[in-house]
């Protein structure tokens, strides 16, 4: 079960989309934090990233990856399937039959996963540790490749626990009851766990999440949270319970790609204010410094209703740390 460690009267006052928590402080916070940092992205990871043989798994795993999904989806195989990639952060263009595999998987966003000052309203400790994080919530899934490595030897970060949060299709996160998040009244929100979990990454660096699209909230752009523990241990229940972080932060997805998902139902009944990515001072802090987006592949070539396959690699500084403070947390009862 989970217990709420904020009083209701805190509960209540939250986040500006989320009622209480003051957007624009966050981001002159983050932006403090940011400017100490000596690395900006991994681009001088490049060469290392390649002779390590790093690259060359990445594409062979993401291919892999991708192949099995088509598999239990009973969609053709191969390279013909994924011609029409928008990527409208990077390029309009779309792949061809000819564009090789080491094009399409091979790609690194830059992006430095740096500390920020707040976790957000709606962390949670205590989660599972697990791969598909959906459970029971509808929407347009999505399979996530994550990569950890490190910023100043570029070299992976392996045995750390990762773990990510977000939204469902409405906008609405679980294992939280507070104003602004969902239905107030609905009280057996306080023990839902879906579209949260962990992953310990492998030698590579790597976790691997099933889940779906995130659905948007009032004030925020669309986005999944991210959290790196370095010295997390797996309790007995399965689960980790760590409040100290070596990083927190987000990625976000294309717009293009968002207002496609927002057409398909559940997400075209959430009545909250849409907020543009080009609208959310936080990606925009955070895109100037690296590329925070996840890259993509429909799984069926041709729409998001056959699901996507999204990756990202990102570099954290290992030797820094933060005490991280959860809405509620999960027992081991």
């Known amino acids: 079960m989970r217990f709420a460690t904020f009083l209701a009267s805190t509960l209540a006052t939250l ?5 209480g928590h003051d957007i624009e402080q ?11 940092m000596s690395r900006r992205s991994l681009a001088h990871c490049a060469e290392e990233i390649k002779r390590s043989g790093l690259e060359a798994r990445s594409i062979a795993r993401r291919n892999e990856l991708a192949e099995m999904l088509r598999r239990e989806r009973g969609l053709d195989s191969g390279i013909a399937a994924r011609q029409a990639i928008p990527t409208s952060h990077k390029s309009n263009a779309g792949y061809t039959l000819d564009t090789p595999l080491s094009t399409i998987f091979g790609s690194n966003a830059t992006c430095v996963l740096s500390p920020e000052v707040t976790e957000g309203p709606y962390y949670v400790t205590g989660e599972f540790i697990r791969s598909d994080l959906v459970e029971s919530q509808a ?14 030897t570029c070299k992976p970060v392996p045995n750390a626990y990762l773990e990510i949060w977000q939204t469902n299709a409405t906008g609405v996160y679980s294992g939280v009851v507070a104003n602004g998040n969902g239905n107030f009244a609905d009280k057996t929100n306080n023990k839902k766990s879906w579209l949260r979990g962990a992953q310990k990454t492998t030698a590579d660096g790597v976790v691997q999440f099933g889940t779906i699209f995130p659905g948007h909230y009032t004030g925020r752009t669309i986005h999944t949270h991210v959290m790196v523990h370095t010295n ?17 932060g987000q990625f976000f997805f294309d717009q293009d790609l968002i207002t496609l ?19 959310d001072g936080i990606l925009t802090q ?15 070539g041709k729409d ?21 403070s959860a809405a509620t947390h999960f027992t081991g009862n």
Do not use: C
């Open 15 to 19: 986040v500006a989309a989320h009622p």
């Open 26 to 36: 966050e981001i002159a916070e983050r932006e403090v934090m940011l400017n100490q």
């Open 139 to 152: 929407g347009v899934k999505l399979h996530l490749d994550i990569q950890v490595l490190n910023i100043d």
């Open 232 to 248: 997390a241990v797996a309790l007995a229940n399965g689960t980790i319970k760590d409040t100290t972080a070596s990083h927190v």
């Open 261 to 279: 998902v927002e057409q398909t139902a559940p997400y075209n009944t959430n009545k909250q204010t849409l907020t543009t990515n080009a609208r």
């Open 286 to 300: 955070a895109s100037a410094r690296g590329d925070p987006f996840i890259n993509y592949v429909y799984l069926n």
């Open 304 to 324: 998001v209703t056959g699901g996507l396959l999204g990756w990202i690699s990102f570099g954290i500084d290992t030797d820094l740390a933060k005490r991280v």
